[in-house]
């Protein structure tokens, strides 16, 4: 079997970029994925930029006479402020009231906070030494003309909207959303609102799965329970493939009588790459390509199901949907094993957990009470799985890798 890690470098290289893409506007873009580089038509800031309230002068001028309470005493020659720049002409010994924001004219180089001022009638007094160039911003000082500050391959976030105004971006060319269905197969399983009767469970993989893609900015486009018979498998499989760019099930992929699931992907003409990654919770991982359209078959157990989703399918779907970077990779940090002893394994464990800084700042892994991997309940609780390496034993107070379920 291969590693999680080799097992997600398969499935990365099998997987191409959708290529189309839409204008989106500014304000409804954040969660979407940048399909271009957009450039700042603007210096930021345009125009040397007052950092304080205060009085602008010339360094050279506070060099002068000093008053006996050792300030220096300027003719106030009018205003500057933000949307209203002062517009006359500045001789030596003037300077203008100016506000943040504010334009500084070019031939004065130094800001000098209010709190550092006094002023009577058209005279300031400025207690300070000459500092050129202090509590001003030059102009293009952030960003010039023709920068790039956000690479494509992103995904949008609302701190990003500010750079994306600022630079006159909109509407913003982003990827199409990933097309994506969520099916769970089992003759056992029944809607959650009903009640199950003898040798029937309430399903809600698809609850949690299709939520967490929603909230990973996909669109969900079916969601639904298969029963384990051929015919209709092949029906409701084919369907989802015909409306969507990936699909994702749960449940069947295992090597039981009724594990209809990968048979039924080779009957639609879904190209087996991977079955069986050494992972625990979730071995029993299926992976193939219908065409572009990557197909996940996950593990029918929850936590499997969920430890799936966010080791493959994330990575997976972010691939197709065009991000790039750290959205492709594992998302590993690194935490404080606070939980109890662990024996070698040899598959790599994932042990959910709760995590909390200490005062010292360092991350602590909490252990959450879990009886395995049919466990919704323990699962709930967990905001992160604790990876354990195969064939590692882990004892209270090791580093380990942490993956966040958020």
């Known amino acids: 079997m291969l590693n999680p890690t080799e097992a997600l470098a398969q499935i990365l290289a099998r997987i191409d970029v959708l290529p189309e893409t839409e204008d989106v506007p500014l304000a409804f873009s954040a969660g979407r994925v940048l399909a ?181 900015e996909h669109e969900v486009v079916h969601v639904g329970i298969v029963p384990d018979e051929e015919e209709i498998m092949l029906a409701e499989f084919g369907r989802a493939l015909a409306d969507s760019d990936a699909l994702v099930t749960t449940g069947g992929v295992s090597m039981g009588k009724y594990d209809l699931v990968g048979k039924t992907f080779e009957a639609l003409g879904v190209e087996p790459v991977l079955h069986k990654v050494a992972i625990k919770p979730g071995k029993p991982i299926w992976f193939g390509m219908a065409g572009g359209k990557p197909v996940l078959g996950l593990p029918g157990n929850p936590v499997s199901a969920l430890l799936g989703l966010e080791v493959f399918v994330r990575p997976a779907l972010a691939k197709l949907g065009g991000e790039t970077g750290a959205a492709l990779g594992e998302r590993l940090i690194r935490g404080v094993w606070h939980g109890k002893s662990v024996r070698p394994n040899e598959r790599q464990l994932n042990l959910p957990c709760r995590f909390e800084y200490s005062r010292t700042g360092q991350l602590e892994l909490h252990q959450v009470a879990f009886r395995g991997s049919a466990d919704v309940v323990g699962a709930a609780q967990a905001e992160a799985f604790a990876v354990v390496p195969a064939n590692t034993a882990v004892e209270a107070g090791d580093v380990l890798d942490v993956r966040p379920l958020r």
């Not at 002409?89 to 000098?112: H, K, M, N, R």
């Not at 050129?132 to 960003?143: F, K, M, P, V, Y």
């Not at 060319?173 to 009903?194: F, I, M, N, Y």
Request: glycine fraction near 8%; aromatic fraction near 2%.
């Open 36 to 216: 271009q580089s957009p450039r700042s038509d603007v210096d930021i800031p345009p125009f040397r930029k007052a950092m304080m309230d205060g009085f602008a002068c010339r360094s050279a001028d506070l060099a002068g006479p000093r008053n006996d309470d050792g300030s220096v005493t300027l003719s106030v020659a009018g205003e500057s402020r933000a949307g209203g720049p002062f517009e006359g002409l500045l001789q030596a010994g003037q300077a203008i009231e100016i506000y943040t924001g504010a334009a500084v004219p070019d031939e004065l180089d130094q800001v000098v906070m209010i709190e550092q001022t006094r002023r009577d009638g058209n005279l300031a007094m400025l207690s300070v030494e000459p500092k050129a160039c202090q509590h001003i911003q030059d102009r293009a000082e952030i960003l010039s003309v023709g920068a790039t500050p956000i690479e494509a391959g992103r995904r949008i976030t609302p701190n990003d909207l500010s750079v994306l105004g600022s630079i006159g971006a909109h509407p913003v060319s982003c990827r199409r959303q990933v097309k994506v269905s969520v099916l769970t197969t089992g003759d056992e399983l029944v809607p959650a609102w009903v009640k199950p009767e003898a040798g029937q469970i309430r399903e809600s993989n698809t609850l949690q799965l299709a939520n967490r893609l929603l909230e990973l």
